[in-house]
């Protein structure tokens, strides 16, 4: 298993003070690799004929629920410093001597979920409370014709699901919402090659989070199968049955996670570089680099896939809609504090279905510093530049909470975060970059 690769963590930390930074310096942050893309690329490979190697994985809690639960499914991964090794099971998916543990990975739970449509026998998914809250009856609608059963409930205060899967899946017609999630949609997509018959997934009502589906199909493509759309984020048929076939592939930078540093440099007035993206990217949190540049920020974009931000003394504010980038939201919260005028965000209502409820946990952590948000329905709204003290703020066990704190704390010395170990979920060395900039 990886459990002794995933032991190599830094220590524990209860709390993290933000220290004082210095204004108009530059740095160069080595930010990981895509969470998305990895266990995308994980679950294709493993459900593909052959042998893959994927280069410069990431490695954090998240990708470790996916490479494990796939091993407990009888696929065979080899692991070196920053590679796997992955012989896929070419769409026979095994039978688990134990439970399939998923933490608050939602990629994992939905991805791993359909996946075993594939296998035959009684399969059991555990994941933490809040995984509980978060949706999974979307999936579980799309494929209630099919030859697998979801019991899901709330047992020994965490999520357990039972799955009885009768070794096919047959195809047809599956009608899936993805109003709250479109890793539904990428779920049903990657296992539609195996079914017994030509697949048609029509799309109710709008999708969200639009460019994680283009990531899904670009995958796909590596690796051999293509979709054919009909009509984009709506209709989509495959010619089934079809199969992956084994490839190679390299993870890029991880745009979500590239946006704190974006943002730190563009209130610091410093200049930060970042390496590592694809001169394609179809990574949808990329726009924040189009947002800070209606900010006033100086973004360079060079052909070897680096970013350069050149932070301003002068922020705008803006106006924007992120129904599909709502990742990065957290971050544009922090950063809009210190904008000139009123931003206003819209297309944030599914954010709170993610690891928290992310706006509303944002307003009562930020408003310990003084710092007054505003939502109306759909919209955030946000007057700055705003006074802000120190003060202790929780992360509610979210990630991307506790890093959009450090970007408000780059600028508040003193900031005390509780419990920032959560960033393990997708940025193990989060805390070690951010404090490089203080030295």
């Known amino acids: 298993m990886l459990c002794n690769f995933f032991k190599k963590k830094v220590k524990k930390l209860k709390s993290f003070v933000t220290p004082t930074f210095d204004v108009g310096k530059k740095y160069k942050i080595a930010v990981p690799s895509s969470k998305s893309i990895t266990n995308r690329v994980i679950h294709i490979a493993s459900l593909a004929e052959g042998r893959s190697f994927i280069d410069n994985i990431l490695w954090c809690d998240d990708t470790k629920f996916m490479l494990e639960n796939w091993i407990k499914l009888g696929v065979k991964i080899q692991v070196y410093k920053n590679q796997i090794e992955v012989f896929g099971c070419g769409g026979k998916v095994s039978s688990a001597k134990e439970s399939l543990e998923v933490g608050n990975s939602g990629t994992t739970a939905r991805f791993v979920l359909a996946a075993l449509g594939l296998g035959q026998g009684a399969y059991r998914l555990e994941g933490v409370p809040r995984m509980a809250k978060r949706p999974l009856k979307g999936l579980f609608n799309a494929l209630k014709d099919e030859s697998i059963h979801f019991q899901s409930e709330i047992n020994s205060n965490k999520l357990v699901v039972k799955i009885q899967s009768y070794g096919f899946l047959r195809g047809g017609l599956w009608n899936v919402c993805s109003l709250k999630s479109s890793q539904f949609l990428s ?38 199968v293509e979709i054919k759309t009909i009509s984009p984020f709506s209709i989509y048929t495959i010619d089934s049955p079809n199969k992956y076939k084994a490839n190679n ?12 540093f974006f943002a730190i440099a563009a209130i610091l007035s410093a200049e930060i570089t970042i ?40 922020l705008k504010a803006v106006h924007v809609n992120m129904v599909d980038c709502t990742d990065v939201v957290p971050s544009l919260i922090a950063l809009s504090l210190f904008a000139e005028g009123t931003t206003v965000i819209s297309g944030s209502n599914h954010m709170k279905h993610k690891e928290c409820d992310r ?5 009562k952590e930020l408003s310990k510093l003084g710092a007054k948000i505003n939502q109306v329905e759909d919209n955030i709204f ?14 509610h066990e979210d990630h991307r909470i506790a890093m959009s704190l450090a970007i408000v704390g780059s600028r508040v010395p003193g900031l005390e975060i509780k419990n920032p170990e959560c960033v393990q979920k997708t940025y193990p060395q989060f805390w070690n970059h951010f404090s490089s900039l203080s030295h």
């Open 359 to 363: 706006v509303s946990v944002l307003k």
């Open 275 to 314: 390496d590592g993206f694809s001169s394609n990217s179809l990574q949808g949190d990329l726009y924040f680099l189009d947002i800070l540049e209606m900010m006033g920020v100086k973004v360079t974009r060079s052909n070897n896939g680096s970013v350069t931000i050149t932070g301003s003394n002068f």
């Open 187 to 224: 779920s049903l997509l990657m296992i539609a090659p195996y079914c017994q018959e030509k697949v048609k997934i029509q799309v109710q009502e709008n999708c969200v989070s639009k460019p994680y589906i283009n990531l899904t199909l670009d995958i796909m493509k590596h690796f051999d």
């Open 382 to 395: 946000i007057t700055g530049p705003q006074k802000l003290s120190s003060a202790v703020c929780e992360t």
């Open 249 to 260: 592939y390299t993870i890029e930078t991880d745009a979500s996670s590239a946006s704190y």
